[in-house]
């Protein structure tokens, strides 16, 4: 009996197929999550009204995004402190995943704060302040990465939320690291690699 997915039969119709493990990493998984995000919300919006058990799995799939998008910055950032500095105070790639799996595990208050940390420790600066305390007060309202998952386990008093302005924020947050963090440690990857190639020859 093989696995599930490679068991099931042939599709009719090429529309139907997806390439399993085409998404280049948590990376790729990353804005796949926040795309799913975005395509809940538009389902919530095109919806019947209150369509209100969209809103967590909206959320999650945001979140779980941003998660992923942290994790893969502070690999980035680890991989240039290697790269810059190479001496015995980096992590090693397991070091640094088993760091992540037993220590920072769902937490992204404590994720956004070794990015930081990494990215002073390069001279990028840090995080946007907003962009911070964003991800604080989330993680204040999700500290185990399972309240979204779950029902009554959220952190709040509220009854209600503007869903459109919560899921833009969450957008915002998650631009600001998938597409503005990675991208810089993309470009200081490459300058790093650039110098070293230089100093080789």
């Not at 068991?7 to 009719?12: A, G, H, T």
Request: charged letters at 20%; glycine letters at 8%.
């Amino acid at each position: 009996m093989g696995d599930l997915l490679s068991s099931l039969p042939e599709p009719s119709d090429w529309q139907d197929i997806a390439w399993v493990g085409y998404y280049d990493g948590d990376r790729g998984l990353a804005c796949g999550f926040a795309d799913a995000g975005d395509a809940v919300l538009a389902a919530w919006q095109s919806g019947p009204h209150p369509n209100d058990p969209l809103l967590l799995p909206m959320i999650y799939n945001y979140r779980h995004g941003i998660e992923l998008a942290l994790k893969q910055a502070i690999r980035q950032a680890v991989e240039c402190l290697q790269m810059a500095r190479r001496d015995h105070g980096v992590p090693t790639p397991s070091e640094l995943e088993a760091h992540l799996k037993s220590k920072q595990r769902h937490r992204l208050g404590p994720l956004a704060e070794q990015l930081a940390g990494l990215l002073n420790q390069l001279q990028l600066g840090s995080l946007p302040p907003e962009t911070m305390r964003w991800l604080m007060r989330l993680h204040q309202l999700d500290p185990s990465g399972e309240a979204f998952r779950y029902a009554n386990h959220l952190k709040t008093d509220a009854t209600a939320v503007d869903v459109v302005r919560l899921a833009s924020a969450f957008r915002e947050a998650f631009d600001m690291v998938h597409g503005g963090v990675l991208t810089m440690l993309d470009v200081h990857e490459t300058h790093l690699y650039e110098m070293w190639e230089q100093g080789m020859n």
